[in-house]
């Protein structure tokens, strides 16, 4: 039977969406867990990417980690979005360089360890704002990709502050990032609701 996208709830996620069919007399079918592996497995690899793939930019050059996370976030949901989160930090923590600047259990508990557990905890509370409707317009996309960010720092300047003090925190581990994550921001501001859009078009 033809089967079409559902993408009418506000509950649902992208990677729902996507993954979800409703068959010709309505009955929803249940999301394939091999679908939900892919998305797991395609998050952590291009997050993984992410995390080595520089860009220029001012003051400092610029990584696509934090972009990725809340995208990921935004489009995974709760549980899947920090699945995957969680898969690429203990990938990391065993030996595996997906990493931006070291491998293993060590550099996870490092001075940059405040900022990968902000990406689970970023991940998850995006994913949990989602899945009850936000991040389908432009209004409340820009809110939690303000929230998600939020986290991250909150996180990682906290724990980089119990190792180098609070001023020295915010120059190393805040003020030369301020101008690429603003510019991250507005990215996953226009691209989730425009996703939305085109799969809206897809039905």
């Known amino acids: ?15 729902k969406a996507m993954l979800l069919r409703t068959s010709s007399s309505g009955t929803e079918q249940q999301v394939s867990i ?52 969680l898969s690429y930090l203990l990938l990391g923590a ?3 360089p997906v990493f931006s600047g070291g491998v293993g259990f060590v550099y996870l508990v490092g001075p940059t360890g405040g900022y990968l557990a902000g990406f689970f ?23 939690l990709a303000v929230i998600g960010t939020v986290i991250i720092y909150a996180l990682g300047l906290s724990w980089l502050t119990s190792i180098i003090g609070f001023e020295k925190a915010i120059q190393f581990g805040l003020m030369p990032f301020v101008f690429g994550d603003c510019l991250k ?18 039905r």
């Open 94 to 96: 065993f030996g595996a």
């Open 185 to 202: 921001i507005v990215i996953v501001t226009l691209s989730i609701p425009l996703a939305w859009k085109l799969l809206e078009r897809l």
């Open 34 to 85: 091999i679908g939900k592996l892919i998305f797991l497995v395609l998050g952590v690899a291009i997050l993984s990417l992410s995390a080595h793939f520089k860009v220029p930019f001012y003051p400092v050059p610029m990584t696509l980690q934090t972009l990725v996370v809340l995208l990921i976030g935004m489009s995974y949901g709760l549980h899947l979005g920090g699945a995957t989160i």
């Open 121 to 143: 905890v970023s991940a998850v509370v995006l994913g949990f704002l989602t899945e009850r409707g936000m991040g389908q317009n432009w209004v409340t996309s820009a809110v």
């Open 1 to 15: 039977m033809q089967s079409n996208w559902s993408v009418d709830t506000k509950s649902q996620t992208l990677m």
